[in-house]
């Protein structure tokens, strides 16, 4: 979703002590915005996140880069971009990147847009390593030449057995998906709508027989008064029709909760989902503070959190109560060289 340029200036805050085995949310400070995630070639995991300032000693960061071997314990690698990607007129911002491993390169989908875009744009940029730096590939489409406003937020889906990749995007003006080229470079044919109006930062995954469209409602980004929630749809075919837990199409209505206000944090949403070696799935999000919900210049502080998700009997994902954990709970399982 929307991120902000933060102008503050402050140190990433200490992690919290917590026992062996656990980890308490959240896992990136102070600064983690729209986070998305890849288990590299490597075997490390790598988290990207919207072009923000983060420290006086770093400064504006052109889409972080941070490495993990456990989901927990995070360490900074530098940035995706050397500069800023010129190829859209005027003042943009870097948000909401996707990152993508097929043809045996590293692809980061991005937005450039700034808040009230008339024309905002996605783009993508390739690196033979998850650290990049990236080489800008250019544009897309933008809002203009695809024909939906406010065309931010991309995510990709890979259907390995098909070899096909279907990039899904938009903002309050509805999701829609459209074919990539094979190269990843192009998009190819008709776009399609698969949910309404109410979304923004859609997240697809395929599991036992059902696609799950995630996607964020609410107002990201105003501090202790924010309402972003987390909401899943799912479908038996990956362009639709996605529907919530009534049966109820999510072009037409809302999706079914997966996470929502906890009595910490708040603000909970823009996903990505990861996988352990036990084969649970882990939700990457970010979340607000109430105790510490902005930066010194009045941003909103968006740290990156970690839950696992609870799959219900019939099939649905969701979070413990439907809210953040905000007590020591057990990390991923990773197995050890």
Same mark, same amino acid.
């Given at each position: 979703?929307?991120?902000?340029?933060?102008?503050?200036?402050?140190?990433?805050?200490?992690?919290?002590?917590?026992?062996?085995?656990?980890?308490?949310?959240?896992?990136?400070?102070?600064?983690?915005?729209?986070?998305?995630?890849?288990? #590299?070639?490597?075997?490390?995991?790598? #988290?990207?996140?919207?072009?923000?300032?983060? @420290?006086?000693?770093?400064?504006?960061?052109?889409? #972080?880069?941070?490495?993990?071997?456990?989901?927990?314990?995070?360490?900074?690698?530098?940035?995706?971009?050397?500069?800023?990607?010129?190829?859209?007129?005027?003042?943009?911002?870097?948000? #909401?990147?996707?990152?993508?491993?097929?043809?045996?390169?590293?692809?980061?989908?991005?937005?450039?847009?700034?808040?009230?875009?008339?024309?905002?744009?996605?783009?993508?940029?390739?690196?033979?390593?998850?650290?990049?730096?990236?080489?800008?590939?250019?544009?897309?489409?933008?809002?203009?030449?695809?024909?939906?406003?406010?065309?931010?937020?991309?995510?990709?889906?890979?259907?390995?057995? !098909?070899?096909?990749?279907?990039?899904?995007?938009?903002?309050?003006?509805?999701?829609?998906?459209?074919?990539?080229? =094979?190269?990843?470079?192009?998009?190819?044919?008709?776009?399609?709508?698969? =949910?309404?109006?109410?979304?923004?930062?859609?997240?697809?995954?395929?599991?036992?027989?059902?696609?799950?469209?995630?996607?964020?409602?609410?107002?990201?980004?105003?501090?202790?008064?924010?309402?972003?929630?987390?909401?899943?749809?799912?479908? @038996?075919?990956?362009?639709?029709?996605?529907? !919530?837990?009534?049966?109820?199409?999510?072009?037409?209505?809302?999706?079914?909760?997966?996470?929502?206000?906890?009595?910490?944090?708040?603000?909970?949403?823009?996903?990505?989902?990861?996988?352990?070696?036990?084969?649970?799935?882990?939700?990457?999000?970010?979340?607000?503070?109430?105790?510490?919900?902005?930066?010194? !210049?009045?941003? @909103?502080?968006?740290?990156?959190?970690?839950?696992?998700?609870?799959?219900?009997?019939?099939?649905?994902?969701?979070?413990? !109560?439907?809210?953040?954990?905000?007590?020591?709970?057990?990390?991923?399982?990773?197995?050890?060289?």
């Amino acid at each position: 979703m929307f991120g902000l340029v933060l102008l503050a200036c402050e140190t990433p805050q200490a992690p919290i002590d917590v026992e062996p085995d656990t980890y308490r949310n959240p896992v990136l400070t102070p600064v983690f915005a729209d986070p998305t995630i890849i288990r #590299a070639e490597d075997g490390y995991f790598y #988290a990207y996140a919207t072009e923000d300032f983060f @420290t006086h000693e770093t400064g504006v960061r052109y889409v #972080a880069i941070f490495r993990s071997a456990n989901l927990v314990d995070w360490e900074d690698m530098g940035d995706a971009f050397t500069s800023k990607p010129s190829w859209k007129p005027g003042n943009s911002y870097i948000w #909401a990147p996707d990152i993508q491993y097929f043809n045996g390169q590293y692809y980061l989908y991005y937005s450039l847009s700034v808040w009230h875009d008339p024309n905002p744009a996605i783009g993508v940029a390739v690196s033979d390593t998850p650290t990049g730096p990236f080489e800008d590939q250019g544009m897309l489409f933008d809002s203009a030449s695809i024909g939906v406003p406010n065309s931010i937020d991309p995510f990709v889906y890979h259907d390995e057995e !098909n070899d096909e990749k279907w990039m899904f995007w938009g903002s309050w003006h509805g999701i829609w998906a459209i074919r990539l080229s =094979a190269d990843g470079l192009r998009v190819e044919g008709d776009k399609f709508q698969v =949910a309404g109006g109410l979304f923004e930062a859609a997240y697809v995954i395929h599991r036992e027989g059902y696609y799950y469209l995630f996607v964020s409602t609410g107002h990201c980004c105003d501090g202790e008064n924010s309402t972003y929630e987390l909401k899943v749809g799912r479908s @038996t075919g990956l362009l639709g029709p996605y529907v !919530n837990r009534m049966g109820q199409s999510l072009l037409q209505h809302d999706g079914a909760l997966v996470v929502g206000d906890g009595s910490r944090y708040i603000g909970n949403g823009h996903n990505a989902v990861i996988s352990d070696d036990a084969g649970d799935d882990w939700l990457i999000y970010h979340g607000i503070d109430r105790l510490n919900p902005r930066l010194p !210049n009045g941003a @909103t502080r968006r740290p990156m959190m970690l839950d696992k998700i609870i799959w219900t009997a019939d099939g649905w994902p969701q979070l413990v !109560n439907f809210r953040p954990s905000e007590q020591p709970v057990q990390v991923p399982y990773i197995k050890e060289d």
